[in-house]
């Protein structure tokens, strides 16, 4: 069955702070993954996209990771903003033209 | 703003009515395709079109059906309605199709629908 396990389920930390969120997957085929920005109440904001053979893919202060032999990739957020609070969401395109949606990770930044 | 408008807003039916939602894709985008939002499900892929023909299905009811017209602009109607059915609806488009490519999506505001 296609799966995106994201964790943790919701995160809080201080504002100017690094924080990783985690994504695991069981989709076949695979043909790439998202990682989209919630804020509450809006339609998501993608931040990257990456394929099968690509390890990194930076846009700011986020940082995504795919490691395809393991399934899994994660979201760096470096030197946290007020802004970042948001749902961070790790969607899976599978080659057959369907998204398969985790759950996603709820973020808090204090100041 | 993401250039795609969906409408209404906002919409409050009642069980066993009938809606249609609305969404403009952003100019140039021949891809529409419909998610729904639950406080409890996250967001679901419903289906996609692409210059008219659909394209995939995921999630969809049968009680729900969508098209897409020349003009690109999408319609997702949404009939016999549950409580269930209660969630935000987005509509998000992209240049062409999607599956191998890295198509970035663009998303609009959202309906949120309410049945009561």
């Given amino acids: ?42 339609g ?11 390890n990194t893919k930076s846009n700011g202060r ?23 609070s948001a749902s961070y969401i790790c969607v899976v395109s599978a080659g057959t033209g369907k998204l398969i949606f985790g759950q996603g990770t709820t973020l808090q930044v204090k100041p | 703003d993401s250039g795609v408008t969906q409408t209404p807003k906002h919409l409050i039916t009642a069980t066993g009515q009938r809606v249609t939602l609305r969404c403009s894709p952003r100019s140039g985008d021949l891809s529409v395709y419909w998610y729904q939002q639950s406080l409890d499900q996250g967001l679901q892929f419903l ?33 016999s309605l549950e409580l269930g059915d209660s969630a935000l609806y987005f509509c998000a488009s992209s240049q062409r199709d999607r599956g191998r490519t890295q198509e970035t999506q663009y998303f609009g505001p959202g309906t949120r629908l309410l049945v009561l």
Avoid at chain 1, 15 to 28: A, H, R
Avoid at chain 1, 66 to 74: C, G, N, V
């Fill in chain 1, 44 to 54: 998501p904001v993608s931040l990257t996209i990456m394929t099968f053979s690509e």
């Fill in chain 1, 62 to 84: 986020y940082t995504a990771t795919l490691d395809a032999d393991t399934k899994q990739s994660s979201l760096h957020i470096t030197a946290s903003q007020l802004s970042d």
């Fill in chain 2, 47 to 79: 289906i996609h079109y692409y210059n008219g023909e659909e394209r995939a299905k995921g999630n969809i009811l049968e009680r729900f059906s969508a098209q897409q017209f020349p003009d690109l602009h999408s319609e997702l109607n949404l009939s």
């Fill in chain 1, 1 to 42: 069955k296609n799966q995106v396990e994201q964790s943790p389920q919701s995160l809080i930390i201080l504002e100017g702070k690094n924080c990783t969120l985690q994504c695991n997957y069981t989709v076949s085929p695979f043909s790439n993954l998202r990682w989209y920005k919630q804020d509450t109440g809006r």
